[in-house]
C-alpha cells in the first residue's frame, strides 16, 4: 500500500521529502548516491588544492582557491541531505576511512601541470554539470534542490577551466603542450566518469523507475562528447581518440573504445592517487581531532555557565 | 620611493599570510573551517591585490603580478609573523590573532590616511579584518578554554609567535616620514591597544600572556627568516620557469 502511493507520487513527478515513507532500499541508494557525491566534492580537493600554491598569477590564485572553497561548501550541502536520511556526517566520514562508500574515480589521477587545472575544471566539471543537470529533476526533494544550488556554481567553475585550457592552447609551445598532455591525459578518464555502459550499469533498474536516475548513463556520456568536440577545436587542441568522427545518421559523434579494465583496476584502488587520497583526508581528520574535542569541550563548559 | 616601499610593506604581508593560510585548503579540522579559512586567505589575496596594484601605479614599470612573483627573499617586506609556517591549527589561529589585532588597529588608524588610494583600501580591508579578528578570537577562547591538550598547544604557540610581535610597532625612517606627513600609521603608538586586547583574550582564555624577551627584527630592511625562501621559491615558480608565458 505504502509503496503504491510511494510510486504513485513519483510517477506524478512529486518530491519525496525526508518525512515520507519511502523504500528501505530507495533511502539505502539515496545514501549511497548522495555520500558518494559528497565525498568525491571534498576527496575532489586534493587535485586541485595541490596547485593553490602555485598558481601563476594573483587573479588565478584567487579563482582556484575559490573554486575549490565552493567544493568544500558543495560537500556540507550533500552530507546535509543525506543527513535528512537518517545518517551522521560522521558516519558518512568513517565509510569513507573504512574504504565502503567510494568517490568519483577521477579523483585518483593526479594533477601533473597548471594545464590540469584547465583539464580539470573544463571537462571533469563539465562531466559532472551534465549529470547533476540531470540530477536536478531526482526524486528526493534535497538532493533536487542541493544539486540546483551546485549547477549554478560548477557552471562558473567549467568556464573558468575552459579559460586556462584557452589560455594556454594560444601561448607559448610549451604551454600548449601542457594544454594538450592534459587534455591527453584527463579524457578518457573524463567520460568514464558517467560509469559503465547501462548494458554492464547493475543498479540502474531500481534507480530509474524511482526517478532518482533519470538518464542512462550512455545517453549523458554522448551528451558530453558531443558538446566538448566544438569547444576543444575551437581552441585547437585535439582529442587522443582516432575513432572520433561525426555520424551523420545518428546525428551524434562516434567515438572509440573506453578501457574498462583500467577504470575498474582505479575504482577498486589501483589508480595512481587512490593511497594518497584517502591518506590525506585521514591524515587531517586525525590531526583535527584535539581540536574538535576542545570546541566540544568548550561548548560543554559554556553551557553549564549559561545554565 | 617611501611611498612605494611603505605600501609595499602592506602589501607583502597580507600576501604572504595569504599564502600561507591557503595551505590549510582541504586540511582543516572541520569541513565548516576548511571553508572558514580559505575565506580569510582569499580577503587576504584581495588585499594583498589591492595595494600591489597601487604600488605598481606607484613604481610605473612593474605589474601587481610581477611585484608578487619576481622579486627575491631581500625584495619582500612582510612581517616575520606572516611568514612563519602553518604548524598546527592552535599555531595558526595564534598566528592570526596577533596579526589580526595588529591590522585591525593599523587599518582604523590607516583609514584616516591624506593618501586616498590608501585610505579607500584600508576602509575594505578593515571590513575585512573585524570578521577575521572576531574567527581568531573565538577560536583563542575554544582552545585556550578547551582541554588540557588544546591549551598547552595554544600556550606553546603564544610562546612561541611571541618574537615576533616587536615588529608590529617598529618604525623606520620610512615609517617616520609616512607617518609626519600624515599618510601612514605611527606604529608605535598602537602598542597600547594592542596590549590591551590581546591581554584581554588571553586572559579569558586562560592562557598566560609570555613574557618579553628577545623580539626578532628585520623584515623593514627585506630581512627574513628561512621560511620565506621556500614560500617563495613554491609561489613564483611558475612565472620564473616560464618568464614569456602568460597565463
Redesign the interface.
Known amino acids: 500500500m505504502n509503496e503504491q502511493k510511494f510510486q504513485e507520487k513519483i510517477d506524478l513527478e512529486r518530491k519525496i521529502e525526508p518525512k515520507d515513507w519511502m523504500p528501505e532500499e530507495y533511502r539505502s541508494h539515496l545514501i549511497r548516491q548522495i555520500s558518494q557525491h559528497a565525498h568525491s566534492e571534498i576527496i575532489g580537493m586534493q587535485p586541485e588544492g595541490n596547485w593553490i600554491s602555485r598558481a601563476p598569477s594573483l587573479r588565478a590564485k584567487m579563482i582556484l582557491l575559490a573554486k575549490v572553497q565552493d567544493e568544500a561548501g558543495h560537500g556540507l550541502y550533500l552530507y546535509s541531505a543525506c543527513e535528512t536520511l537518517g545518517i551522521s556526517r560522521e558516519e558518512l566520514v568513517q565509510q569513507l576511512h573504512d574504504g565502503k562508500a567510494k568517490y568519483s574515480s577521477i579523483f585518483n589521477y593526479p594533477t601533473l601541470s597548471w594545464a590540469d587545472m584547465g583539464a580539470v575544471g573544463w571537462l571533469v566539471d563539465g562531466a559532472a554539470i551534465v549529470n547533476q543537470v540531470s540530477l536536478q529533476r531526482t526524486s528526493y526533494g534535497p538532493y533536487s534542490r542541493g544539486m540546483v544550488k551546485i549547477c549554478k556554481e560548477e557552471s562558473f567553475h567549467q568556464r573558468q577551466g575552459y579559460e586556462i585550457m584557452a589560455e594556454m592552447a594560444k601561448g607559448t609551445p610549451e604551454q600548449k603542450e601542457m594544454a594538450q598532455d592534459a587534455l591527453n591525459r584527463f579524457w578518457w578518464p573524463s567520460i568514464m566518469m558517467f560509469g559503465p555502459q547501462d548494458s554492464d550499469s547493475p543498479r540502474t533498474g531500481n534507480a530509474m523507475k524511482w526517478k532518482i536516475k533519470r538518464q542512462f548513463n550512455d545517453e549523458l556520456r554522448q551528451k558530453f562528447i558531443d558538446q566538448t568536440v566544438g569547444q576543444v577545436k575551437v581552441i585547437g587542441l585535439e582529442i587522443p581518440d582516432p575513432d572520433l568522427k561525426w555520424n551523420e545518421e545518428r546525428g551524434h559523434y562516434d567515438f572509440g573504445k573506453m578501457n574498462w579494465d583500467e577504470f575498474w583496476s582505479v575504482v577498486n584502488g589501483n589508480g595512481p592517487c587512490n593511497i594518497q587520497r584517502l591518506d590525506h583526508h585521514k591524515k587531517a581528520h586525525s590531526e583535527g581531532e584535539w581540536v574538535r574535542k576542545a570546541a566540544r569541550s568548550y561548548s560543554n563548559k559554556q553551557e553549564i555557565i549559561n545554565a | 620611493m617611501s611611498l612605494l616601499n611603505y605600501t609595499l610593506r602592506i602589501a607583502d604581508s597580507s600576501l604572504i599570510l595569504a599564502?600561507r593560510i591557503?595551505?590549510w585548503?582541504?586540511?582543516?579540522?572541520?569541513?565548516?573551517?576548511?571553508?572558514a579559512l580559505?575565506?580569510i586567505?582569499?580577503d587576504l589575496?584581495?588585499q594583498?591585490?589591492g595595494f600591489?596594484e597601487y604600488a605598481s601605479k606607484l613604481d610605473g614599470n612593474k605589474t601587481?603580478?610581477q611585484l608578487?612573483?619576481n622579486r627575491n627573499e631581500r625584495e619582500f617586506f612582510n612581517l616575520q609573523i606572516t611568514e612563519q609556517e602553518n604548524g598546527?591549527?592552535a599555531d595558526t589561529i595564534v598566528r592570526q590573532f596577533f596579526f589580526s589585532t595588529y591590522s585591525f588597529l593599523f587599518y582604523t588608524e590607516l583609514s584616516k590616511s591624506t593618501d586616498e588610494t590608501l585610505a579607500a583600501l584600508s576602509v575594505k580591508s578593515l571590513k575585512e579584518v573585524k570578521y577575521h579578528l572576531q574567527h581568531s578570537k573565538s577560536w583563542m577562547?575554544?582552545?585556550g578554554?578547551?582541554?588540557e591538550?588544546?591549551k598547552q598547544?595554544t600556550q606553546d604557540a603564544l610562546q612561541y609567535f611571541w618574537q615576533f610581535t616587536g615588529e608590529l610597532f617598529e618604525m623606520d625612517e620610512v615609517d617616520i616620514e609616512m607617518s609626519k606627513s600624515g599618510i601612514g600609521v605611527g606604529n608605535s603608538e598602537l602598542k597600547t591597544n594592542w596590549d590591551k586586547m590581546v591581554n584581554e583574550v588571553i586572559n579569558q582564555s586562560t592562557l598566560e600572556r609570555p613574557v618579553d624577551a628577545y623580539m626578532q627584527t628585520g623584515s623593514k630592511k627585506g630581512l627574513h627568516t628561512e621560511c620565506l625562501g621556500h614560500l617563495l621559491s613554491?609561489?613564483q615558480?611558475?612565472?620564473r620557469a616560464?618568464p614569456?608565458?602568460?597565463?
Open positions: 599564502q591557503s595551505g585548503c582541504s586540511k582543516g579540522p572541520t569541513l565548516e573551517e576548511d571553508i580559505s575565506n586567505a582569499l589575496f584581495g594583498a591585490n600591489l601587481p603580478d608578487a612573483f598546527n591549527f577562547l575554544r582552545l578554554d578547551g582541554t591538550e588544546s598547544k613554491e609561489m615558480y611558475l612565472p616560464y614569456n608565458a602568460k597565463w
